[in-house]
């Protein structure tokens, strides 16, 4: 069993500082994650996600036992498992339409130097991965988890984060070959 550090401990303990230096280290980390997970999902908007994550981890902080740096695997999963629950619950209700976009080999991903600009281009790249791919890659090379964060945040084992992640960069590296 991991032993709590300092940080971790005062915040279970309540305490306001710890609990704003959890919430620095890791607020818009979450938020582009969550942003980026779901592009297309109107109804489960980024910013309530993250808002919803970090109450159920105040809520639930007596239950985990580790070190600030696990605590954003910990914090990611929370934020998973309620993306999918609004996920199924906007699609029990479907209130816009979704576009499903679907792989093609052959499709070229435009560069950023052409007319998509930056947030666009990145989410037309992440649009010719698999969700699975998507959610490893945007944790590891847009938010910057490790493997092991990733793997808590996405409920996987930490050899199926790498190579998830390895033919995610293989598939974007044959777009970019073609572009």
């Known amino acids: 069993m991991t032993r709590d550090d300092d940080l971790v401990a005062a915040a279970?303990?309540?305490?306001?500082d710890a609990w704003r230096e959890l919430y620095r280290?890791?607020?818009g980390r979450l938020l582009v994650w969550l942003e980026h997970r779901s592009p297309t999902d109107t109804a489960a908007h980024a910013e309530d996600l993250a808002?919803?994550?970090?109450?159920?981890?105040?809520?639930k902080v007596s239950g985990f036992h580790g070190t600030s740096e696990e605590f954003a695997g910990w914090l990611f999963g929370i934020?998973?498992?309620?993306?999918a629950n609004a996920r199924r619950s906007s699609g029990r209700?479907?209130?816009?339409?979704?576009?499903?976009?679907?792989?093609?080999?052959?499709?070229?991903?435009?560069?950023p130097e052409t007319s998509v600009a930056g947030d666009d281009w990145v989410?037309?790249?992440?649009a010719v991965l698999t969700p699975r791919e998507r959610d490893v890659v945007t944790c590891m090379d847009v938010v910057g988890l490790d493997s092991a964060a990733t793997?808590?945040?996405?409920?996987?084992?930490?050899?199926?984060?790498?190579?998830?992640?390895?033919?995610?960069?293989k598939r974007l590296r044959a777009c970019f070959a073609t572009a």
């Open 12 to 16: 279970k303990a309540g305490d306001a």
């Open 25 to 27: 280290a890791h607020a």
């Open 51 to 59: 808002s919803e994550t970090w109450l159920t981890a105040a809520r």
């Open 79 to 83: 934020a998973r498992k309620l993306a």
């Open 93 to 111: 209700r479907r209130t816009s339409p979704s576009e499903t976009i679907a792989y093609d080999a052959d499709r070229a991903i435009p560069g």
């Open 123 to 126: 989410r037309a790249a992440l």
């Open 151 to 169: 793997a808590e945040a996405l409920g996987m084992t930490a050899v199926a984060v790498r190579v998830t992640r390895h033919r995610a960069l």
